[in-house]
């Protein structure tokens, strides 16, 4: 069984840039959902994807948007980078039918925005 | 809504010691409850989860947690602290189904010999 594996492991852009970070979720899951968690902070969740829609989204700005593709792996894409922005990006994904709601995590992807 | 009180952002213990981590949840129907944790660098693993059935949930490690709903609580413990169990230990709650997780804001769990 494969985990959830996320690329890049680390980046650094500037203010200013945009950013993409990919996941591929657990064999046999078919939704992801992205954390941001920033320096000493519990993950904050951005959104979820199921079935290639946007299906829940936290309090984030609309340059923070998604995709996902039909092999339910993810795309996560800032815009506009503000320095903010730096944190660790977590994706998780499961198995969403009747599910108690366990997420299965990567191992992130550290931003550093300059 | 769903939210998670973790108190103390800081728990040191010696090694061999009790482990406690205190974990608050606020939901407004029947959650589930998780303890997750991050060594550092690395992203989230499961260490036990509670989905309604034993009140008492063990987890790997050694780790277990138990469900009070009278006191809205699910802390986490461990009877003897090992070096390896420092790290950090995120407590989480959602109502299931199509709902994701809410995460506490952590307790950093720091191990002396």
């Known amino acids: 069984e494969t985990g959830v594996t996320q690329s890049p492991t680390h980046l650094i852009k500037t203010r200013g840039q945009q950013v993409t970070l990919r996941c591929s979720s657990q064999s046999g899951h078919n939704t992801v959902s992205w954390y941001q968690q920033a320096l000493g902070q519990g993950p904050q969740f951005i959104f979820q994807y199921y079935r290639e829609e946007e299906n829940g989204r936290g309090n984030f700005p609309p340059r923070f948007s998604g995709l996902q593709f039909p092999n339910y792996s993810s795309e996560l894409n800032v815009n506009a980078l503000e320095l903010d922005d730096s944190a660790l990006y977590l994706c998780a994904s499961s198995f969403r039918q009747g599910d108690t709601g366990e997420l299965f995590f990567g191992e992130g992807s550290r931003l550093t925005v300059l | 809504a769903q939210s998670v009180t973790q108190l103390g952002s800081h728990v040191s213990v010696s090694e061999g010691a009790l482990v406690l981590l205190r974990c608050n949840y606020s939901?407004?129907?029947?959650?589930?409850l998780f303890w997750y944790v991050q060594y550092p660098n690395q992203g989230l693993q499961l260490l036990l989860k509670y989905t309604s059935a034993a009140t008492l949930v063990k987890g790997i490690n050694g780790f277990e947690a138990e469900f009070k709903k009278s006191e809205t609580s699910f802390h986490l413990t461990k009877p003897s602290a090992h070096m390896s169990d420092a790290a950090e230990y995120f407590c989480a709650v959602t109502p299931g189904g199509y709902s994701t997780l809410t995460f506490g804001k952590g307790t950093m769990l720091l191990v002396s010999p």
């Open positions: 939901s407004s129907v029947p959650p589930y």
